[in-house]
């Protein structure tokens, strides 16, 4: 599948993965138009996630990651050779703490089909 046909896709489950999280929260709301989201709620929302910028220049990649939140992130490149015989490689898993910037690499040795970057919580 193509680059482009993978954001494709990726942009519709994401669509549909809002809307079935969105439509109950519409439905309850109309239902009951007296009630309000409490404090509660807003408290257990915690922003989490680094930023990943990736590049592709030939054979190699290349992925700033710069976590602004307070919580650490675990961030772990992924690339997709583009020839068969080419081995595809995930990245050892990197900590990026509070306020901080790290720096990805990796390479095939020919063509890059595709490269991303992979969060989890620590």
Partial sequence: MRPSNRRA?????A??????IAA???AQRAAD??????????EKVTLFGSTCRTTIEG??????????????DLVQLHTECD????????GSPVEVG??????????????????????HRM
Avoid: M
Avoid at 9 to 13: H, I, Q
Avoid at 99 to 109: E, H, I, M
């Fill in 83 to 90: 020839r068969w015989w080419d081995i595809d490689a995930d």
């Fill in 24 to 26: 109950p929260a519409v």
């Fill in 33 to 42: 138009p007296e009630q309000r989201p409490t404090k509660k709620v807003a």
């Fill in 9 to 13: 896709a990726a942009f519709v489950l």
């Fill in 98 to 119: 509070p306020a901080q910037t790290v720096r990805l690499t990796d390479r095939c040795w020919k063509e890059v089909r595709a490269a991303w970057v992979s969060h």
């Fill in 59 to 72: 054979s190699r990649v290349v992925a700033y990651c710069h976590n602004p939140f307070p919580e650490s």
């Fill in 15 to 20: 669509s549909v993965a809002v809307a079935g």
